[in-house]
């Protein structure tokens, strides 16, 4: 007779085998089921492209829309996306895109030419508000539709003469056209399910929640659950669906890096946002000893981004610029960038990065402790008498702080200051800069294309990012002659101009540039450094 043992005892060993069982880890069940994992750095503040403005958010449109082009990772140059092809006339002024055939909505409706009408003019609409709508301005009449003086919006250069042709009239030749037309602000919104949500002028609304949001990016809305993670799922309905790899992707809004680190680690995540400086060290260390997971995982790409300090300008004694230039001249740049960034990022002098586009700025700014007390003097302030507490507010992430608490102790010492620190989530940071409600506040640009107007422009009197209350007529002027002419080195003589300008006045002080230091899962491919950090998702697959 057979011995059979107690169904007890059978059941105990079972559960001692699968004890001792490798248990499979979210990164790994993510490259089994292709499922990417990722960091995003913060809660987004809306689903909405037309309105979005900070980077973490951009990274989620980029899954959800496309516009006419998308920017290529490597040569940060358009590539055609729901365009076809486009042809320029030979002024300039005129350029004529073609969609490609059968466009979607991922609700299924029809997607054409008359939908990148109707959302341009919602960008543009003055009720809206979008800081972004000036991308739109070099087309015929879009500043004034903007401001109001034009109010028919028949009158923007911007016509379908049938359902797979957009012209675009432009008011003055824009060489880098096709890359605006990249930028999240200007990819199609479906102006039907707006207006079912009563979206057209309006935020906040509920049309960007999951079953209600229809885009034509790769992936669809699948869930939203607000400070924890944002889901995204292939789009069947997308133009190349059968092209893309992935069937899923999962954003979470880690706002601390250390537990971003930590959940890579832990094998939660196949990338991170950032890594925490204090960090950088130990992982370049792994991997100059030639340890061949730290060598394969950590990223140091270039990045095309300049972080700042805005001033307010609206506000006494920030309304004076030698104030403002004494406290731009007494920030140890060089030292932050050795100490506080580990040497990660370099130390900035001037607002444009080096070599955007061709063009390094001529005037810089610089550390100047004697010529910084100088003008302070000269504004009646000497050893910062009668001078307020100046309030330095930084969003609560890892390096401004650690930067404020450099700028606090240099201030004080140097000019007889006395700094208070706030620190805020990402959402008051920025709420707090549109409204002009702060003294002094960290900023940041990470450049939409490789130009230094991108960056420049920033400060337009009355500019949607020009959030210091600042503006100055000879620089706008400067601005609009670049903006006039098609001669690059013209273009060039005139930006110079107009970065010695903004140095001066000081309604900013550069700070420092930026680099993307990140941990990426071996399995990620189709990952290339991207100089803008733009990612088109549809080309990312997981695979050992």
């Known amino acids: 007779m057979r011995f059979r043992p107690p169904v007890l005892c059978l059941l105990s060993s079972a559960l001692s085998f699968m004890g001792c069982a490798k248990r499979e880890t979210p990164a790994d069940a993510g490259i089994r089921t292709q499922t990417l994992l990722l960091g ?51 002024d300039g002024l005129t350029w004529t895109f073609q969609l490609r055939p059968g466009l979607k909505w991922s609700n299924g409706e029809p997607l054409t030419a008359d939908d990148f009408v109707a959302s341009w003019r919602r960008l543009l609409s003055p009720a809206l508000g979008a800081e972004n709508a000036y991308y739109l301005y070099p087309i015929q009449n879009a500043e004034a539709f903007n401001k109001g003086t034009v109010t028919e919006p028949g009158a923007l250069g911007v016509a379908a003469p049938d359902t797979r042709t957009l012209v675009v009239t432009l008011a003055r030749p824009t060489p880098y056209f096709a890359m605006l037309t990249a930028q999240p602000a200007t990819y199609p919104v479906n102006v039907r399910v707006l207006a079912k949500f009563d979206a057209l002028t309006k935020r906040g609304t509920a049309w960007t929640r999951p079953g209600n949001l229809a885009g034509n990016g790769p992936f669809l809305l699948k869930e939203w659950l607000p400070n924890a993670r944002i889901a995204v799922a292939r789009n069947p309905h997308h133009r190349d669906a059968a092209n893309v790899g992935l069937r ?46 730290a060598m394969a995982e950590l990223r140091l790409d270039p990045f095309l981004q300049t972080v700042f300090l805005r001033f307010n300008t609206q506000r006494r004694p920030l309304d004076d610029a030698r104030v403002r230039r004494a406290l731009s001249l007494a920030i140890p740049r060089e030292a932050i960038a050795r100490t506080v960034l580990r040497g990660s990022r370099a130390p900035a002098f001037t607002l444009t990065p080096p070599g955007t586009g ?19 003097t ?149 990952w290339p450094p991207a100089l803008l950090g733009t990612r088109r998702y549809q080309a990312v697959r997981l695979g050992e």
């Open 40 to 90: 995003n750095g913060a809660e987004p503040a809306d689903l909405d492209p037309q309105i979005l403005t900070a980077y973490s958010d951009q990274n989620i449109m980029m899954a959800l829309f496309e516009g006419l082009t998308a920017l290529d990772e490597q040569t940060s140059q358009p590539a055609p996306t729901a365009a076809e092809r486009w042809d320029i006339s030979a």
């Open 248 to 293: 899923e992707i999962v954003f979470f809004p880690t706002e601390n890096p250390d537990v971003d680190e930590r959940n890579f680690r832990a094998r939660q995540v196949h990338a991170t946002f950032t890594l925490p400086l204090t960090k950088v060290s130990a992982w370049r260390e792994r991997a100059s000893r030639g340890e061949a997971a």
């Open 358 to 376: 061709g063009y390094t700025a001529q005037a810089q700014t610089g550390t100047n402790f004697d010529a910084a007390r100088g003008l302070l």
């Open 378 to 526: 000269a504004a009646g302030h000497a050893n910062g008498a009668g001078l307020p507490a100046f309030e330095v507010q930084c969003r609560n992430d890892e390096i401004q702080p650690q930067v404020a608490e450099v700028l606090q102790a240099t201030w004080q010492r140097e000019l007889g200051l006395r700094i208070t620190i706030t620190q805020t989530e990402q959402k008051t940071w920025l709420q707090n800069q549109q409204s002009l409600a702060y003294m002094i506040s960290f900023g940041s640009w990470i450049g939409d294309f490789p130009d230094p107007a991108n960056f420049l422009g920033l400060f337009v009197t009355g500019g949607g990012y020009n959030w210091t209350g600042w503006g100055n007529r000879d620089f706008d002027l400067l601005l609009t002659a670049a903006d006039g002419t098609a001669n690059n080195v013209q273009r060039h003589e005139s930006l110079q101009k107009a970065e010695a300008l903004l140095l001066d006045a000081a309604p900013i002080a550069p700070l420092f540039h930026g680099a993307q230091t990140y941990l990426l899962h071996p399995a990620v491919k189709g």
